[in-house]
C-alpha cells in the first residue's frame, strides 16, 4: 500500500511493508505542476499491464512495480483493487501511478484540492 501526501509543492508517494520489494522502489516524489490529476478506480486491476520491468504480478495477489505499454511506464502498486487511485502525469518518467490506499476518496480530494490550490 502507499501512502501519499502533499509536501510543498510536491506529491510524495511512500510505499510500504514488502511492497518496497515487490515495486522495486519505497518513494517516489512527484512536482505537483506535473500532476493531471487524479482517480479511484477500482476497475483498473482488470486492464492491460504491459511489460513488467522490474515488477511482480502475482494475479489476484499484487501487482508492483513499473510496467511498459504502449510506450509508456506505468508504476504500480496495488493489493486490492477496490482501494485503488489512478495519478496522471506528464514529463515525467511515469506516466501515470497506480496506487492502492486507505481512502481512495480523500486521497483524490487531497491530490486535487492541492492542484486547486496551486493554480
Do not use: C
Not at 515495486?23 to 506535473?34: D, E, S, V, Y
Not at 477500482?42 to 510506450?71: E, L, N, W
Amino acid at each position: 500500500m502507499a501512502l501519499i501526501r502533499i509536501d510543498g509543492d510536491d506529491l510524495v508517494v511512500v510505499i510500504e511493508g514488502l511492497d518496497k520489494l515487490w515495486a522495486f522502489k519505497g518513494r517516489l516524489t512527484i512536482p505537483l505542476a506535473n500532476i493531471r490529476g487524479a482517480t479511484a478506480d477500482p476497475g483498473i486491476a482488470t486492464a492491460p499491464k504491459g511489460i513488467r520491468a522490474p515488477g511482480s504480478h502475482v494475479p489476484g495477489v499484487i501487482i508492483a512495480g513499473t510496467f511498459h505499454q504502449d510506450g509508456d511506464k506505468v508504476f504500480w502498486d496495488v493489493r486490492d483493487a477496490s482501494k485503488a487511485v489512478v495519478v496522471e502525469l506528464a514529463d515525467e518518467k511515469y506516466a501515470r501511478l497506480v496506487l492502492q490506499v486507505d481512502d481512495p476518496r480523500a486521497t483524490v480530494a487531497l491530490i486535487e484540492n492541492a492542484l486547486v490550490r496551486r493554480r
